[in-house]
């Protein structure tokens, strides 16, 4: 049966669907994977991904526009994998990242280096690996990656980030093309940098890039910045200087309550229009449009709590496991694991067990009464759920499964606490201190 949930209209992309009153991810029952790694856990569609990637492919063919996945929005190694055996390049912010990628067998070729903070080291280790360019986010940044370079007698493609001074009209926690913004360059300080970086042997000044913004729902602002961008191409070009690629970023939005979101076709026709007949190799950087439709998060009841005007369901999933909801107040749907039409009479909160007012997921209407044992499954929680995760609380991260058709694998284990503790040692004295006490610390 379809899953009629007013609040969740990704599920036409989440790859779930109710079988037998279970809610299945593809052809596998989520009570079947709970009982086999136990709550909470993260639960990926393979053909969620898939299809997501061949449906932004084929809406960006006309433009012949490549796309680096954003590997901060999920980078298991089996996610990376999925994508890059379809073809995908990838977009990384740091030295992990570039480990995390390549150990997922993802070429160094298709590896885009963003961010405002790379440390010499990150730059070196990138260089060495043979990635496909390194976006400059300052004119101190470029000397970093130029001095690296020389020593390493290598040569770095880099492009310029480009602030468009554009509000993407998303939450400004995840705003990134205002002038104020701690990200890219403005336009005159890429004409003096880009002029000066081009006379430098140790450089390959390949082009521009631009990144307005995460979650955007409406897709004038990229038809701004892309605007912008190309006459900055006009302008680079005017002074003599070669511009031959353009990285457009990522930012498009999803639906997480069932309102109105971009369709990529559309998205395409902005890149087309703005930046078509440009004669520049284009790629884009999306990393939420890809793979946030295709997780859920399933937690179970723990407790139910009649205080207050709304009665609390608190469950075993926390701030720590998705921080989006404390952090951005962002709603993820919760569907109900074992199919219930009959919803309960009052809406509920529904809260985790960590200790701060901040860690609730939200209010919920028209879930079925629930009780404890029940499982519930966050929606959209394929991107910027698990890479977000911290284990505040002293919370092991929880494992992650990947389903593809009617089978399921782990392919994040359960943390064990023991393995946070290994990194920590006592002090020599306080060791000394309770020797004397006759204690120990271990
Ligand atoms: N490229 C760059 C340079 C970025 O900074 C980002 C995201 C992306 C691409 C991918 O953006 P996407 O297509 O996923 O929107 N934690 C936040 C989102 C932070 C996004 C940061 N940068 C959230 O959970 O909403």
Known sequence: MDIRHE??????????????????LEDV????????????????????????????????APVGASICFAVKANGNLSVLSLLAELGSGMDI?????????????????????????????EIRDALKAGIHQINVESAAELDAIADVA?????????????????????????????????????????????????????????GLAVHIGSQLLDLEPFRQAYTHLANLVMTLRG?????????????????????????VEDYGAIVSATLGGIGCALTVEPGRWL??????????????????????????????DLMRPALYGSLHAALPVRQNEVCGDRPVRIAGPVCESSDIFGTYAGLPALSAGDLLAFTCTGAYGASMAST???????????????????????????????????????????AAEGRAVR
């Open 392 to 434: 505040y609380n002293a919370r092991a991260l929880v494992p992650e499964v990947l389903v593809e058709g009617n089978r399921f694998r782990v392919i994040r284990r359960r943390q064990e606490t023991a393995e946070l503790l290994v990194l920590e040692e006592p002090t020599q004295w306080q060791i000394a201190g309770l």
């Open 239 to 263: 002074r003599g200087l070669s511009v031959t690629r353009l990285d457009l970023g990522g930012g498009i939005g999803i639906s997480y309550d069932g309102g109105p979101a971009p369709d």
């Open 291 to 320: 793979v946030g439709p295709a997780g859920v998060l399933v937690t179970e009841v723990l407790y139910l709590k009649e205080a207050g005007e709304t009665p609390t369901v608190i469950v075993d999933a926390a701030m720590n």
């Open 7 to 24: 609040r969740f209209s990704a599920a036409s992309r989440s790859g779930l669907r109710y079988g037998d009153a279970a809610l299945r």
């Open 29 to 60: 029952s989520l009570e079947d994977v709970a009982a086999s790694v136990a709550t909470p856990f993260y639960c990926y569609s393979s053909a969620s991904i898939r299809s997501a990637y061949e449906r932004l492919s084929q809406a960006l």
């Open 93 to 121: 912010v740091s030295g992990g990242e570039l480990e995390r990628t390549l150990a997922a067998g993802a070429p160094a070729a298709g590896i885009v280096f963003s961010g405002v903070g790379k440390k010499r080291g």
């Open 150 to 206: 020389r020593e390493l007698g290598l040569r770095a493609p880099v492009a310029f980030r480009y602030n468009p001074d554009v509000d993407a009209g998303t939450h400004t926690k995840i705003s990134t093309g205002r002038k104020d913004d701690k990200f890219g360059m403005s336009g005159e300080e890429i004409l003096d940098a880009y002029a000066r970086a081009a006379t430098l042997p140790e450089l390959d000044v390949v």
